[in-house]
């Protein structure tokens, strides 16, 4: 090889390794970014903590109250008229489901809250505790849906589901497990999102969400029916910082631990099915005899 050809081959070798270059300052980048809103949001979490215990504590006194006051009505509905008794029923019957709605509902968000802080802790073991597995999909689902349209208000999606009622708790690592699905969903609102854009008005985007009882394993699936992923590109999901995102807008690391996640914390399996501009499936296997 002459001189010139050396030289051209020593600039394209340049001009490759400042391409890696500058991809590593983008993913270093972003993860100081993600660091910042992971302190920002713990902030945040642990001020929201304390109006939710006062919430959910008062809302509990409220019940007890509000039987109280039924049981002094019970004792006085004989001297009240008819129609009297019939207005304080209603009311009392609205305002205990109200309570009741307040109280799931606020008991749904400091779940929410509790899980989100304990991720944000350095953990040296995952920590296995017995989880409803619907509750746990459909809440973490529709919470990076809201994440995703935080960003996008313009935004939406319609989720089908179809739980496996009989399904009991198992025990899994509540926060790793919530971590995967979040990341599946973020996935699947990013393929939605690149499918609207060529789509417009014709295309509906939908995420579906399923559990199944198997033999000795819970099976979750979440599907979307977005832009579909190439098989040549399915074969590399799960090899860390692989992404398909431009530049700057993932680290190419979620599927890699989703992946970490399912098959060595959890001893699962973790699949992937899709068709171009049609779905893209995932579907998780956990077995029930984990510890």
Do not use: W
């Amino acid at each position: 090889m002459d001189q010139p050809d050396k030289i051209t081959e020593t600039e394209e070798q340049l001009v490759l390794l400042k391409a890696e270059l500058e991809d590593i300052k983008l993913k270093f980048i972003e993860s100081d970014k993600l660091a910042f809103i992971g302190r920002l949001t713990a902030g945040i979490m642990h001020e929201i903590k304390n109006p939710l215990n006062f919430i959910n504590n008062f809302t509990k006194q409220s019940q007890n109250l509000n039987a109280e006051i039924s049981e002094i009505l019970d004792g006085l509905s004989d001297k009240l008229d008819e129609d009297t008794l019939a207005d304080l029923n209603d009311a009392r019957s609205m305002l205990a489901g109200n309570l009741s709605r307040i109280l799931e509902n606020g008991e749904r968000a400091q779940r929410i809250v509790f899980s989100m802080l304990a991720q944000m802790r350095d953990k040296q073991e995952t920590v296995f505790e017995l989880t409803d597995v619907n509750n746990l999909l459909d809440e973490f689902a529709k919470l990076a849906y809201q994440g995703v349209r935080g960003n996008d208000k313009e935004f939406n999606l319609t989720f089908k589901t179809d739980y496996d009622l009989t399904l009991v708790p198992i025990n899994l690592g509540l926060q790793e497990i919530s971590r995967v699905i979040i990341n599946l969903v973020n996935n699947a609102c990013y393929a939605l999102n690149e499918k609207k854009k060529t789509h417009k008005e014709s295309f509906s985007p939908e995420i579906f969400l399923a559990t199944k009882k198997l033999d000795d394993f819970v099976e979750i699936r979440i599907r979307d029916n977005g832009s579909g992923i190439p098989q040549t590109v399915i074969d590399k999901l799960f090899t860390p910082f692989f992404s398909t995102k431009p530049k700057g807008q993932g680290t190419g690391l979620g599927l890699s631990l989703s992946h970490d996640i399912i098959t060595n914390i959890h001893k699962g399996k973790i699949e992937i099915s899709s068709k171009e501009n049609e779905y893209t499936e995932f579907k998780i296997l956990i077995p029930t005899n984990l510890s």
